[in-house]
């Protein structure tokens, strides 16, 4: 289900893919008391800052730093921050990655390929204890999903994808500061912006 603000598309359902978390609470600023026109959402913007739901907001990105939520509508939704990191960070867990085995060569398309269940991501940490080895273990590659806000977390975390098996993790602190090494080559605004998933604590 499309959620929108008075015709500006957020996103869909708990993803807000198109606005970034501080944009919705400047906008209430400048009108508090607004509501929704746009049937069958929220009514009042300030739901949309509730962590009762979970939402997943957009990743600031620099270059959209001036930015308010009326771009929310010429934003590209799948916008991908895409950095390589170690394959034996562990940075990630998966229980089930599925992959294309086949006859292509230097970026060509598969001729002939089978599709495969493995076990778990062969860049996993684990992968190696499950009987699976990369025969060439370099990099991998992981993107930047969005930042996440809940109750045991009001600060908000960042979460990352690993693009070979597609999973979402977020990483506790060490995890962070492991990451920004790498992302600093390439993205250093965005890596001073990243937020580990603090444990919660019963």
């Known amino acids: 289900m499309g959620e929108y603000w008075n015709g500006i598309k957020l996103g869909t359902c708990e993803s807000l893919y198109y606005v970034r978390r501080e944009e919705i609470e400047k906008e209430i600023l ?3 008391s607004a509501i929704n026109k746009s049937e069958g959402n929220l009514t009042q913007l300030q739901n949309y800052l509730n962590l009762d739901y979970r939402f997943m907001y957009r990743f600031p990105f620099a270059d959209e ?3 308010t939520i009326n771009y929310s509508n010429s934003r590209d939704y799948n916008r991908k921050l895409i950095f390589k990191a170690p394959s034996d960070l562990g940075l990630h867990k998966d229980d089930i990655c599925q992959i294309h085995i086949g006859s292509g060569w230097g970026g060509e398309p598969l001729k002939e390929s089978i599709c495969v269940n493995l076990p778990c991501c062969p860049y996993h ?4 204890k499950k009987g699976l080895r990369l025969c060439s273990p370099t990099f991998a590659e992981f993107t930047i999903i969005g930042e996440r806000y809940t109750k045991e977390n009001p600060q908000g975390y960042t979460l990352f994808s ?13 995890g962070i500061e492991d990451i920004k090494v790498y992302l600093l080559r390439d993205y250093s605004v965005e890596a001073e912006r990243i937020k580990p998933l603090k444990e919660v604590t019963t």
């Open 30 to 32: 400048k009108n508090p």
């Open 65 to 67: 730093d001036n930015q």
């Open 125 to 128: 940490n684990e992968a190696m």
């Open 162 to 174: 690993c693009l070979t098996c597609g999973s979402w993790f977020s990483l506790d602190a060490d």
